[in-house]
């Protein structure tokens, strides 16, 4: 068997870091996107989040899926042989805007979207693990632990006295959200780890979640025709966080895995507390911003060198 010499191993590993360099930096730029989602959702009060989630997913997932009608043309026949698979990642793609979106108009923009995100690196973390038997690394696992501490400080510095019912209802559907983002996120890289190009796979999740989003929009989305500010809201959010959002989060899922991917997207509460702050008006204290700098720390250890050795020939 050839064996490689070491320059041959460092621009292997070169490369390998590059690549996951890519994908972090994919998913961390949707993370931005999708960290505006709150404070444009605020600005349709009007507007149930049912509808506000109905509109952006289903909205975002059929442009997907027309965009990407070439690769998911050329990979029909491999789609075809996973249309369960395909139809239970859909439904999670479907039931994710409606808990995230019900759980920030519920618990408050900072609190719902702190929990829904930062629960989903430990979902993902556990799918694999029970899928997969993939057991999370070290480095993993102490870059959960420190966001998990950020969304934790994050949240009690933002809340505003006890939990009332609706806070606690927030919260339970904020966890929903994680699951569901941790197990749509799952699956698309289970796709792309079997041979269906990126596009292909969140193309056919998303448009067929736009379908099963459809009735909902129909029931609930009669007040985006009632001003130009609502219509914006739902077109902005759309073709911004939704559509240009998954189509870098598709790109980085190609490169990461499941785990990291949500581990990085931790980037998104941060950066959905401070336009609260800047819009909003929504004012951070201390230890907010010391959340804050924890959930930076997380994302700094997940895309930093593994400083593994050079693979063997």
């Known amino acids: 068997m050839r064996r490689f010499s070491n320059r041959e191993k460092r621009i292997a590993m070169e490369?390998?870091?590059r690549t996951r360099?890519?994908?972090?930096?994919?998913?961390?730029?949707?993370?931005?996107l999708w960290g505006t989602t709150g404070v444009s959702a605020s600005l349709a009060p009007e507007v149930p989040p049912m509808a506000i989630g109905a509109a952006a997913m289903g909205?975002?997932?059929?442009?997907?899926?027309?965009?990407?009608?070439?690769?998911?043309d050329r990979s029909a026949a491999r789609l075809r042989s996973r249309r369960l698979f395909l139809f239970c990642s859909a439904l999670l793609v479907a039931l994710y805007p409606l808990a995230f979106?019900?759980?920030m108009r519920l618990a408050g923009i900072t609190a719902g979207t702190v929990v829904s995100i930062g629960s989903a690196p430990v979902f993902a973390a556990l799918i694999e693990w029970a899928a997969e038997g993939r057991r999370p690394s070290p480095r993993l696992t102490a870059?959960?632990?420190?966001?998990?501490?950020?969304?934790?400080?994050?949240c009690i510095a933002r809340s505003g006295g006890p939990a009332g019912p609706s806070?606690?209802?927030?919260?339970?559907l904020g966890l929903a959200?994680?699951?569901?983002?941790?197990?749509?996120?799952?699956?698309?890289?289970?796709?792309?780890?079997?041979?269906?190009?990126?596009?292909a796979a969140m193309g056919v999740m998303f448009g067929a979640a736009s379908v099963l989003l459809l009735p909902v929009l129909l029931a609930t989305g009669a007040p985006f025709l009632?001003?130009?500010?609502?219509?914006?809201?739902?077109?902005?959010?759309?073709?911004?966080?939704?559509?240009?959002?998954?189509l870098l989060f598709g790109a980085g899922l190609a490169r990461i895995s499941a785990s990291e991917a949500t581990a990085i997207s931790l980037l998104e509460p941060a950066v959905a507390a401070l336009l609260a702050a800047l819009v909003a008006g929504e004012r951070l204290s201390a230890p907010a911003w010391g959340g804050i700098a924890l959930i930076f720390a997380c994302l700094a250890l997940v895309v930093s060198p593994r400083g593994r050795k050079p693979p063997r020939g």
């Open 15 to 17: 490369d390998l870091h």
């Open 21 to 32: 360099l890519l994908g972090a930096l994919a998913v961390a730029a949707a993370s931005v």
């Open 59 to 72: 909205g975002g997932g059929l442009l997907q899926a027309l965009t990407a009608l070439p690769q998911i």
């Open 101 to 103: 979106y019900s759980s």
């Open 143 to 154: 870059a959960s632990a420190l966001g998990a501490a950020g969304i934790a400080v994050l």
């Open 167 to 172: 806070v606690s209802a927030g919260i339970a």
């Open 177 to 199: 959200a994680g699951f569901t983002y941790a197990g749509y996120s799952w699956a698309a890289g289970r796709l792309m780890r079997a041979g269906i190009p990126s596009r």
């Open 226 to 246: 009632h001003s130009a500010v609502n219509l914006s809201v739902g077109l902005y959010m759309a073709l911004v966080p939704m559509f240009l959002g998954y």
